[in-house]
Structures are given as C-alpha cells and as structure tokens.
C-alpha cells in the first residue's frame, strides 16, 4: 500500500500573523479556531492537499507533512528501527484525526495520520 501525503502544517509563533500573510499571497480559505489552529482550505478540489497553521509549543517552528498510514504504533517502530525517534505518540484528537510525529535521522519532522479509509 502507498502512504499518501494528506495533510501539511506550518508551525510558528503567531498564528493570526501567518494565517493572515499566506491568505494574501496565496488567497487560500483560512478558518482560525479556538484551538490556536487555522485550517487552509488551498482552493481546488481534487488537486493539491490541503493543511493547516498551529502554533508551536516552546517557540517551535516548522514546516512538516503528514503521510497517511494503516498503522501507527507499527509505522513508528519501523521509523525507529531505521533510525528516526518519535516526537508524539498516536494521538487521538476526538472526531479529527489519530496521528503521531518522528523525527527522521536528521532531524526533519514528519507526521503520521491513521488511514481511516476515507482517501
């Protein structure tokens, strides 16, 4: 089985200031939520992924993107195996998503999303 890219985020300090300069640039549909958390809408059905802008824990900043997987906890251990190390864990976030973070052998961030057969 593949595992498609299905989501993106752009991690930073202030999450209005990046929601605002990427919906001028690139006038995607950003709606912020109460979470710190803005989902993109990137504006062509059945093309492009689209994602989302949070705000990072402890300063954090990053650019990451998600593959979708049917196995989270057995994915991270292969990461592991390989030498990459896990940032989150599987996470549930009720009625969104279940996903998990790792950092690959030097240090890019990458997330996991259980594939819940909707793609």
């Given at each position: 089985m593949?595992?498609?890219i299905v989501h993106w985020e752009i991690v930073g300090g202030d999450v209005k200031k990046l929601s605002a300069f990427y919906k001028n640039i690139f006038g995607w549909k950003i709606e912020n939520t109460?979470?710190?958390y803005s989902i993109v809408d990137t504006?062509?059905?059945g093309v492009g992924i689209n994602g989302?802008?949070?705000a990072g824990e402890g300063?954090?900043?990053h650019v990451t993107f998600y593959a979708s997987v049917d196995d989270l906890g057995a994915t991270l251990k292969k990461i592991e195996k390989a030498g990459g190390k896990t940032v989150v864990p599987p996470t549930v976030i009720p009625n969104m998503v279940t996903f998990a973070l790792f950092t690959?052998?030097?240090g890019h961030m990458v997330g996991l999303v259980k594939?819940?057969?909707q793609h």
């Open positions: 593949a595992n498609p109460p979470m710190n504006g062509d059905p989302g802008i949070g300063g954090a900043k690959d052998p030097e594939d819940d057969g």
